[in-house]
């Protein structure tokens, strides 16, 4: 979503202005150069002065090497770029190296100029092609240890503690399908101005919840643990009619879909979410808090 500034009141828009500080005037970009203040005086530098030191770099990567792209950690990817052949000539070389990175599973470390910048990247082969991904520099990178003072350290959890956080999170388990998700914040802008050009009210969004402040680990993982669901039935006990464990599915089955029978519209949209995931509901991610209510009635019939 992209919007104009304007003045309120009016549709007159407004305009950011290239403005001499000292004389108010304004000043055409041609006009002006870069500027390094050293403390008693500005060192001038031409647009084109650095493209002369740089003269070649932007046309070509410099490769250093190639490593196995696990060792290469997330937090120093930055932007991702898709790179094609110069010309058709060019076809054979880039067709080799794009086979031969991906046979490898290696990453090509290199650096190039552009835009007046030095960049790092990581040279990658990605479903027939090659790409490009920028990475920070070493020195951008903060250590979390020195920057944040309050981190708990190695607080020691104990077993129990562990094995219920495990269950929580296979309970939680999912395949990532990126198409699941969406940026419903720009979906709901999208709805609000349709909403105010047609002279309608525009719905407010639920309020977030509100930390618990929970003190008691162990209580609060059980308690996510059941609004996830009943771990999986593992079978192989006799019951006490005789029948083997694995007859019991059906009924823990008809157990877990006909119990919750609470009124839904009473429950926020964050908590209708999380049982919407213990469902496996799809498509729940687009959905508003009717729909999820609705999902979830339909899943339980």
């Known amino acids: 979503m992209h919007f104009h500034q304007l ?11 290239r403005v001499n500080e000292r004389t108010g005037d304004e000043v055409d970009l041609s006009d002006i150069v870069k500027g390094y203040d050293t403390g008693d005086e500005y060192v001038l530098v031409e647009p084109e002065e650095l493209d002369e030191i740089a003269l070649g770099r932007s046309r070509s990567l410099d490769i250093a090497g190639f490593v196995d792209l696990a060792e290469v950690a997330p937090i120093f990817f930055d932007r991702t770029y898709y790179l094609g052949p110069r010309g058709a000539e060019y076809g054979k070389v880039y067709n ?9 599973g290696k990453a090509g470390i290199a650096t190039f100029v552009m835009r007046q910048h030095e960049y790092l990247v990581a040279l990658k082969a990605e479903n027939g092609i090659l790409t490009l991904h920028t990475l920070h520099w070493a020195d951008e990178i903060r250590d979390p240890n020195k920057e944040i003072d ?24 999912m395949r990532w399908d990126p198409d699941e998700f969406h940026d419903t914040f720009q979906e709901k802008v999208t709805a609000m101005i349709d909403a105010k050009q047609a002279g309608e009210t525009v719905e407010k969004a639920e309020p977030a919840a509100e930390p618990t402040g ?13 609004r996830a669901g009943s771990p999986k039935p593992t079978g ?12 019991k599915k059906p009924g823990a089955k008809k ?4 119990a919750p029978k609470e009124d839904l519209s009473g429950l926020s949209k964050a908590d209708l979410y999380k049982k919407a995931a213990a469902a496996n509901v799809p498509g729940r991610s687009q959905m508003t808090r009717d ?3 609705k999902a979830l ?3 339980r019939t």
């Not at 003045?7 to 950011?16: E, Y």
């Not at 157990?255 to 006909?258: F, G, L, V």
């Open 236 to 247: 192989g006990k006799a019951t006490a009619s005789g029948k083997a464990g694995a007859e």
């Open 96 to 104: 080799l190296l794009e086979q031969a990175l991906a046979k490898a």
């Open 214 to 226: 929970v003190v008691d680990l162990m209580e609060a993982l059980r308690a996510s643990v059941e």
């Open 291 to 293: 729909d999820l209510v």
């Open 297 to 299: 009635s339909s899943s």
């Open 255 to 258: 157990r877990i879909r006909s």
């Open 150 to 173: 309050n981190l708990p350290g190695r607080a020691k959890a104990s077993d129990k503690e562990l094995k219920m956080a495990e269950q929580l999170i296979d309970a939680l388990s």
């Open 7 to 17: 003045q309120r009141g009016t549709a007159d828009r407004i305009r950011n202005r």
